[in-house]
């Protein structure tokens, strides 16, 4: 084996635990906008940074389907400091790292295909829509997306995959049929992994949803020790929660659940805070709940998201409440 280069292997060594280090901020849940924007900075910079991070992403998915055996070691100093009690991120960090680490020095991830670690996208973009703004989007497998408002994904298709990374917002997708090439959409709480069918899958800060139009889709979630797994058919719908990890599959009505896609949103009996949030998703300028005894009134109404105003205008009509404009441009209820 001919010598190694120390200043290539300590470039190397640099590269990847930066790349673990802002995977981890990017995961760890209170990632501000700046922080993205640096992080993207980061791994424009130079062709080595977003392979790294390339690297511990898919280090970091590919736990759950990792031999247990393959990955005690790795994870052993990541699970003493989490029983220690230190931060989500410091553990992040830790395993992000050692995950780089062994791919690229071909250590105990072996049992892997090498390119599923290191293999160049035949195709990769990076696709974001703006408050209030929708998008549709065709890849070269055929397979179609359509975002949200508000959303941020990222799409690699590789020989013998399709992954997207779901960072933030909602999207549909209609995956072009491919057994051979799994299409995989990861959104921080969990992942869903199909070979062709219609879905849509929401990410929100603490919670993660899934809705099957249809065809199947597997949803995972949790670390490889504790991984839970739920399969989805047409008309099923499930939610990974922060604190409570995987719920069961259940009954949905999808089309109420992608009236955005109609340019819709459907409050059928919602809480009123609820559907303020909702809403918010929407407005440039916010909707304020003032008066805290309204949050569990229930509404009903279906609303244009096409006409910002529009929605301001109807709480009244569907609420005993009024609208008053904030000098900054919100907007308060309150109690009528």
């Known amino acids: 084996m001919p010598p190694t280069d ?4 300590r470039l190397a060594d640099a590269v990847r635990n930066d790349a673990a280090r802002w995977f981890a901020r990017m995961h760890a849940g209170d990632a501000s906008a700046a922080d ?13 940074h977003e392979r790294a991070y390339q690297q511990v992403e898919f280090a970091w998915q590919a736990t759950s389907r990792a031999p247990r055996q393959a990955l005690r070691a790795i994870l052993a100093r990541g699970e003493s400091r989490a029983r220690a009690g230190l931060a989500r991120r410091r553990l992040l960090v830790g395993l992000g790292a050692a995950c780089a680490a062994t791919v690229a020095g071909g250590g ?14 035949q195709y990769q973009a990076h696709f ?3 408050r209030g703004e929708r998008r549709v989007e065709t890849l070269p497998d055929g397979s179609v997306l359509e975002l949200n408002t ?10 013998g995959r399709r992954d997207v990374a779901l960072e933030a917002g909602e999207a549909m997708f209609m995956v072009a049929p491919d057994p051979q090439r799994p299409f995989i959409v990861q959104a921080g709480l969990g992942e869903v992994r199909v070979t062709g069918t219609r879905f849509d899958v929401r990410r929100d800060a603490q919670a993660l949803s899934v809705a099957v139009e249809s065809g199947a889709v597997q949803v995972s979630a949790g670390p490889w020790w504790r991984r839970q797994r739920v399969d989805l058919t047409s008309a099923m719908a499930a939610r990974v929660d922060a604190r409570d990890g995987l719920g069961a599959a259940s009954r949905a009505d999808v089309a109420s659940l992608t009236a955005w896609r109609r340019g819709r949103i459907i409050f059928d009996g919602m809480p009123l805070a609820q559907a303020v949030d909702e809403m918010n998703r929407y407005l440039r300028q916010p909707l304020i709940l003032q008066d805290a005894s309204l949050a569990g009134l229930r509404i009903a109404a279906s609303l244009s998201v096409d006409d910002p105003e529009a929605i301001v205008q109807a709480l009244p009509a569907i609420a005993p409440v009024r609208i008053a404009r ?11």
Do not use: K, M, N
């Open 108 to 121: 105990a991830l072996g049992w892997a295909d090498p390119a599923w670690w290191s293999g160049t996208p």
């Open 128 to 130: 974001e829509t703006d």
């Open 6 to 9: 120390p200043g290539r292997s």
């Open 150 to 159: 508000g959303t941020r994904l990222r799409v690699r298709l590789y020989d």
């Open 36 to 48: 993205r924007q640096a992080c993207e900075r980061w791994r424009q910079a130079h062709p080595d």
């Open 326 to 336: 904030r000098a900054d441009g919100a907007f308060l209820i309150l109690r009528r």
